[in-house]
């Protein structure tokens, strides 16, 4: 079974690094090359790392639904063993 809290951990710790490397760089390219404003930098830079997080939280996604299937079936099989339960009981009273 997938920890899906370690992985959100790692996804937070990934994002705010990619975040910090990617100011560092568009400041960069702004600074040294003149190529581009920093306001456009900054929100180019944004829009990638938003797109690239958003890309990396569709596996989380993916194992939160597992994990919530799973405990829907695990659901379905406690109340079907106590309605079994509960009719073995009554046969043998």
């Not at 990934?14 to 900054?42: C, E, K, N, Q, W």
């Not at 597992?66 to 099989?77: A, D, M, N, Q, S």
Request: proline letters at 2%; hydrophobic letters at 50%; aromatic letters at 8%.
């Amino acid at each position: 079974m997938i920890l899906l809290i370690s992985i959100t951990s790692y996804q937070h710790v990934f994002a705010d690094t990619m975040r910090s490397v990617a100011v560092l760089l568009a400041g960069s390219l702004s600074y040294y090359t003149h190529l581009i404003s920093p306001a456009m930098a900054d929100s180019s830079a944004a829009i990638i790392v938003s797109l690239v997080i958003f890309l990396s939280c569709l596996p989380l996604i993916k194992g939160l639904f597992y994990t919530l299937r799973e405990i829907r079936l695990l659901r379905r099989r406690q109340t079907n063993t106590d309605e079994s339960l509960e009719e073995t009981i009554e046969i043998c009273v």
